[in-house]
Each structure stands twice: as structure tokens, then as C-alpha cells.
């Protein structure tokens, strides 16, 4: 994979997610409040073949929210990663019903997540309701049985 390859992903999916941080941070320290909700996926923790730079810069996300929550957490500040398994979306390309099929049994509820379901544990993970979870990675429902991806 090229170099430029690379850099064009950890930067997409790190730096953009730690610039963002920084700019935001201290209005929530000022205010003593504030919830940082990274989004991740599988594709990190299991890898698939190809996309390496996505799966390591979503491991690097979970690197930095455990250092937030360690550097913020005392100002009230909890971050936390949302880490999406297979999740059926408009925009998906089709994939064979045999194979979601397939990944859906490899998951603890028998079924895969939709764009809904990843969003609501979003907002709760970036919510007040989130009262002190933080420096977790949290597994929606198509990600909590850790499956393998290869089919």
C-alpha cells in the first residue's frame, strides 16, 4: 500500500479526531462537563484483510480515549469509543444475504445493527445520561460477538 495511502487514513481517522479534541476540550473543562464519543469499528480489534490503515487507526483511537479519560476525566469530561460491527446502512453496497446471514449468527442477538442502533448508543455514550463511563470501548450489538469477518 503506498505511503500516501496511509497517511491520508491516519490522518482522516487520528489527527482529525485529535485536532477536534483540541479545539473543543477547554470549553468543556471551563464548563466542567463534556462527553468525546469516538467512532470505531471491528475492523480494528479482529482485522480484515486490506484496509490497514483503517483497522490501526481505529486501534489508535482507542489508545487516545483511554488517554483522555485519564487527562479529562477529572474535569468532568468522559470519552468513550462506539465500536460498530456490520452494520446495514442505505449505502451498503448489497452483500449476498448468505453472508449477512452469516455474520448475524456470530452475534450475540442474532441479528445485525443498523445505522439507528449505532446511533443511540452514540447519544447515550454522549450524553448526561452517561453519568461515569468513560476510557471504555463499547461494542454495538453486531460488533459485542467479536466475530471473525473472513466468511
Known amino acids: 500500500m503506498p505511503a500516501a495511502e496511509w497517511s491520508a487514513g491516519l490522518h482522516a481517522n487520528v489527527v482529525a479526531n ?7 476540550l477547554p470549553a468543556m473543562r471551563r464548563t466542567g462537563f463534556g462527553r468525546i464519543v469516538f467512532v470505531s469499528s471491528g475492523v480494528g480489534e479482529e482485522g480484515v484483510p486490506g484496509p490497514g490503515p483503517y483497522g490501526t487507526a481505529k486501534m489508535a483511537l482507542h489508545g487516545m480515549a483511554r488517554a ?19 452494520t446495514i446502512t442505505e449505502n451498503d453496497r448489497p452483500l449476498p444475504p448468505q453472508v449477512l446471514e452469516a455474520v448475524a449468527a456470530r452475534t450475540p442477538s442474532r441479528r445485525l445493527s443498523t445505522a439507528d442502533d449505532v446511533a443511540a448508543l452514540i447519544l447515550f455514550l454522549g450524553s448526561a445520561a452517561n453519568r461515569n463511563l468513560t476510557g471504555e ?6 460488533n ?7 466468511l
Request: hydrophobic residues 60%; proline residues 0%; charged residues 20%.
Open 18 to 24: 485529535a485536532l477536534l479534541v483540541r479545539a473543543v
Open 68 to 86: 483522555l479519560a485519564w487527562e479529562a476525566g477529572r474535569d468532568g469530561i468522559l470519552v468513550n469509543v462506539a465500536a460498530a460491527g456490520l
Open 137 to 142: 470501548i463499547v461494542r454495538d450489538g453486531s
Open 144 to 150: 459485542a460477538g467479536r466475530s471473525a469477518h473472513a
